[in-house]
Each structure stands twice: as structure tokens, then as C-alpha cells.
Nanobody, 122 residues
Framework: QVQLLESGGGLVQAGGSLRLSCAASGRTFSRAAMGWFRQASGKEREFVAAITWYLGTTVYADSVKGRFTISRDAARNTGNLQMNSLKPEDTAVYYC???????????????WGQGTQVTVSS
């Protein structure tokens, strides 16, 4: 079992920044990747970014490339998502998730946090 707990969401004006964190606990040694996904009201959950736990290899959705940065602190079992130049269309519930292999596919992630709301006002 792996437990994930997000923090750092909130309300910000367009152009502003937020930093999300995800603390992992439990059997984290078997995890290869951490991902961030988001779900806007009335829409499907979508991929945002992912990082391999040991090498730090990253991948981003085109919609956030150049604005968001994913990172991890393997020693502290913590992942982060730095979000800059936020836009109203970034408004969503953001989830961190854990997978046994590096992937951008939602179905490949088997442990999920409870989500944190990010609201960007125009």
C-alpha cells in the first residue's frame, strides 16, 4: 500500500504561481514514477506531468510545457509541481498518483491522493 497526500492548492490570479506537494508513505520503494493529473469540473481527468522516481526523467502535457515543473525529493518521498504563469483554464482539482512504471496513462497509476483544488481567476 502507498499513501499519497497533496497540499498547496488555492486561489490565485491569472499569471500567478502555485506550488503543489505530494507526500508519499508506505511501500514507496516499489514505485517507479509519480504523476500529476487534473480534473476540471465536467471534464475527464487528464495527464499533466510525470517523473521517474530514481533518475528524475520528466514528461509534460503540451498544455503546461514551459510553465509547470515537476520535481521529486527521493530521500524525503516527496514530489512537487511548480506551476507558473497560471491561466484560468488551469483551474481543476489536481491529483498526484504513483505507478510501478513510467507512464502518462491514467490507467497505469494505481495509487492516488485525495486531490487539491487549484482555482485561477481572470
Amino acid at each position: 500500500q502507498v499513501q499519497l497526500l497533496e497540499s498547496g492548492g488555492g486561489l490565485v490570479q491569472a499569471g500567478g504561481s502555485l506550488r503543489l506537494s505530494c507526500a508519499a508513505s508506505g511501500r514507496t520503494f516499489s514505485r517507479a514514477a509519480m504523476g500529476w493529473f487534473r480534473q476540471a469540473s465536467g471534464k475527464e481527468r487528464e495527464f499533466v506531468a510525470a517523473i521517474t522516481w530514481y533518475l528524475g526523467t520528466t514528461v509534460y502535457a503540451d498544455s503546461v510545457k514551459g510553465r509547470f515543473t515537476i520535481s521529486r525529493d527521493a530521500a524525503r518521498n516527496t514530489g512537487n509541481l511548480q506551476m507558473n504563469s497560471l491561466k484560468p483554464e488551469d483551474t481543476a482539482v489536481y491529483y498526484c498518483a504513483s505507478a510501478p512504471a513510467f507512464s502518462t496513462r491514467l490507467d497505469d497509476y494505481d495509487y492516488w491522493g485525495q486531490g487539491t483544488q487549484v482555482t485561477v481567476s481572470s
